[in-house]
């Protein structure tokens, strides 16, 4: 699950004795360190979403959940299956994932689908994770808009909405209680 171990060393110039950061231990150590924990959180993240983007009503078993997180991800998070079963075992036994037997093709296979409550854990991290990096954007020099026409986000715990996510005439917050009346007649007269 680690970014570092995609870097390879090259040595462009063997007659140049020159020292790169990626060969020096005291660096690959710290930021190996950092990876890991960066990785941790993200990569959760990362596999509620691609659960939650399946098309069929089966949800998506291990090995899909695997590759579309490569192919999403533009190869820079790619999990091992020792990282993935032990996360999805971790999520269905805290009630975000529920799972189902079920066939592709020939071979059996678990497939795993966002629950009730999961679908409102993942629209908790993700808002808070989209409006922390957002926050962080200018600090970082890097550019970020928050699709903004199709989300609100509560101004008290950042809960991300979608309009199918609202109930009709929500007033508050169902993370906190903040009242987001205000916001969700905004997003729908985006909609509009």
């Known amino acids: 699950m680690k970014l570092i171990k995609r870097i390879k060393h090259y040595d462009l110039d063997p007659d140049k004795k020159q020292e790169y950061l990626f060969t020096r ?3 690959r150590s710290y ?10 959180g993200i990569s959760t993240l990362a596999v509620l979403a691609v659960i939650d983007s399946s098309d069929s009503g089966k ?3 291990g090995y899909d959940i695997l590759n579309e997180l490569k192919t999403q991800t533009n190869n820079m998070l790619i999990l091992e299956e020792g990282n993935l079963y032990p996360t999805l075992r971790k999520l269905k036994d805290a009630g975000i994932l529920e799972t189902k037997e079920d066939y592709e093709g020939k071979r059996k296979r678990i497939f795993y689908r966002l629950t009730a409550y999961g679908k409102l854990v993942y629209s908790h991290i993700s808002g808070a994770f989209s409006k922390l990096v957002e926050s962080m954007s200018e600090m970082i ?3 970020v808009q928050l699709k903004t026409e199709k989300y609100i986000y509560c101004p008290n715990c950042s809960m991300r909405y979608s309009d199918s996510e609202l109930e009709k005439g929500q007033q508050y917050c169902s993370a906190c209680g903040f009242h987001i009346a205000e916001f969700v007649n905004q997003l729908y007269e985006r909609g509009k």
């Open 31 to 40: 930021v190996e360190n950092w990876e890991s924990e960066l990785l941790r």
């Open 59 to 61: 949800g998506r078993y």
């Open 25 to 27: 231990e005291d660096f």
């Open 141 to 143: 020099k890097i550019d």
